[in-house]
Nanobody
Framework: QVQLVESGGGLVQAEGSLRLSCVASGRTFSRYAAAWFRQAPGKEREFVAAISWSGAGTNYAGSVKGRFTISRDIAKSTVYLQMDSLKPEDTAIYYC?????????????????WGQGTQDTVSS
């Protein structure tokens, strides 16, 4: 079993930055791939970025590539999402997810565990 808790959301102006953290509990987390998804009001939850269990592999949605960076600290059981050059369209609830067999998949059904989400709002 893995529990995920996100933090770091908030209100920021366009072109600003935020860093999200996702702290995991559960002894198997270090062997799980992890990902960030987001959901804007009235929209489906969409893939943002994923990272392999070792941190060596990453995958990004086209809309965030070059602006967002996913990373993980295995010793701290924490996954990060550094978000730079933020745009109003990045406003959403951001969710952390972990999967034992998801790989770097952008498909949300491949992930077994989810956090409660953290709200990020980007003002123009």
């Amino acid at each position: 079993q893995v529990q995920l808790v996100e933090s770091g959301g908030g209100l920021v102006q366009a072109e600003g930055s935020l860093r999200l953290s996702c702290v995991a509990s559960g002894r198997t987390f270090s062997r799980y791939a992890a990902a960030w998804f987001r959901q804007a009001p009235g929209k489906e939850r969409e893939f943002v970025a994923a990272i392999s269990w070792s941190g060596a592999g990453t995958n990004y949605a086209g809309s965030v590539k070059g602006r967002f960076t996913i990373s993980r600290d295995i010793a701290k059981s924490t996954v990060y999402l550094q978000m730079d050059s933020l745009k109003p369209e990045d406003t959403a609830i951001y969710y952390c997810a972990a999967g034992g067999s998801s790989g770097l998949s952008p498909d949300r059904i491949r992930y077994d565990y989810w956090g409660q989400g953290t709200q990020d709002t980007v003002s123009s």
